[in-house]
């Protein structure tokens, strides 16, 4: 190209840059997405996805800024931003949500979602439907989408863990969850509540011994340099809503709005995929970095059964009455308590 050739191509592109810049009609917004989690978690991953999905249903008017490793906060304190409308989004474990809206805990209640397909059947059928009113009703936060992230299961760095004897002196770390908490006491042992942002440094300073997180989540966090045992006592299924001020929410127009839900279904499926097709890969990683994984001894039935009978009928005023258990426990075709 000679040199007046390119100079009109360059005043041609300046043109057009100029209309950009001082069209009035086009601004880009970028929501705040707070997260727990590092990079590589399914936080993470749902999180980028909802991005992705959000700028594509709507012409690149809505971006995300992604802030992971609790940057913008512990979990629950991320809650209380979003109520107040001074944080847009944030993805959480449920376990942190359901202090701020107790139904959610039928979530949390210890062996009651079995499988990655239960977990989906709850969020995205009428359960999670109700679940999404009451949140909005209690918190102030709409969930928009859900993220799975598989089984907790318990790490320490002390020694093996097969039975609930081994147990009894292994110090745990455990959200600020009632339910969790309570498991714990059925199990026989004190657990440590504590924020989720303060997890690693209580683990690498052994203030604590253990706590317990789905593989997805040990693997991100590197907790595989922290903890050396596991156990696969499975109790709680991981489940990682995202969540939108319901003030933000109601400020856009409704197509915004469905914009907003059809990305973050768009990325809770995502998820689910993302989960079916690493998890296993991340376990036989763990093992290859160390960690030694173990079953309970046994089975799981003693675990079960204590914490069961000791935990579930404490709660039952609280996630809405025995029938929105039993309502569950039909859908999932067990038997009621
Ligand atoms: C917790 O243990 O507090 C949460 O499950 C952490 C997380 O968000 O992954």
């Known amino acids: 190209m000679n040199y007046k050739n390119k100079l009109t191509k360059a005043l041609s592109l300046a043109t057009v840059v100029v209309a950009a810049s001082t069209s009035s009609a086009w601004t880009q917004t970028s929501w705040k997405i707070a997260g727990g989690d590092s990079q590589g978690s399914s936080q993470h991953v749902f ?18 800024a992604l802030f992971m490793n609790s940057q913008l906060g512990s979990e629950q304190d991320t809650v209380t931003e979003a109520s107040l409308g001074t944080l847009d989004f944030s993805i959480i474990a449920i376990n942190n949500v359901t202090p701020f809206s107790p139904t959610v805990g039928i979530f949390t ?61 292994v110090i745990v770390r455990v959200p600020k969850n009632e339910i969790m908490i309570d ?22 300073q052994q203030v604590v011994d253990g706590q317990d997180n789905p ?20 109790y709680i299924f991981s489940i990682e809503p995202l969540i939108m001020s319901e003030a933000i929410f109601q400020a856009q127009t409704p197509e915004i709005q469905k914009a907003v839900l059809e990305a973050g279904l768009s990325a809770t499926r995502y998820s689910a995929k993302f989960l079916q097709e690493n998890e296993a890969a991340i376990k036989q990683r763990l093992v290859e970095k160390g960690m030694v994984i173990d079953d309970p001894a046994n089975g799981e039935k003693e675990w079960i059964e204590k914490a069961t009978q000791a935990v579930w009928p404490r709660y039952y005023d609280s996630i809405g009455g025995k029938d929105k258990l039993n309502k569950v426990l039909r859908l999932l075709g067990r038997n009621e308590v």
């Open 109 to 169: 209640l210890p062996y009651v979602i079995q499988s990655l397909e239960e977990a989906q059947l709850l969020t995205q059928g009428e359960v999670g439907k109700e679940l999404v009113e009451n949140t909005v009703r209690d918190a102030g936060v709409r969930i928009v989408g859900w993220a799975y992230t598989g089984f907790r299961v318990l790490t320490n760095s002390k020694k093996p863990v097969k039975t609930l004897a081994d147990l009894q002196d």
């Open 183 to 204: 498991t714990y006491k059925a199990w026989g042992v004190n657990p440590t509540p504590m924020a989720w942002s303060e997890t690693f440094t209580a683990l690498q």
């Open 215 to 234: 593989y997805v989540t040990i693997d991100a966090m590197k907790f595989d340099t922290v903890q050396k045992y596991v156990t696969n006592i499975r």
């Open 47 to 64: 999180g980028l996805k909802f991005v992705e999905e959000i700028e594509k249903k709507t012409g690149d008017q809505f971006t995300g």
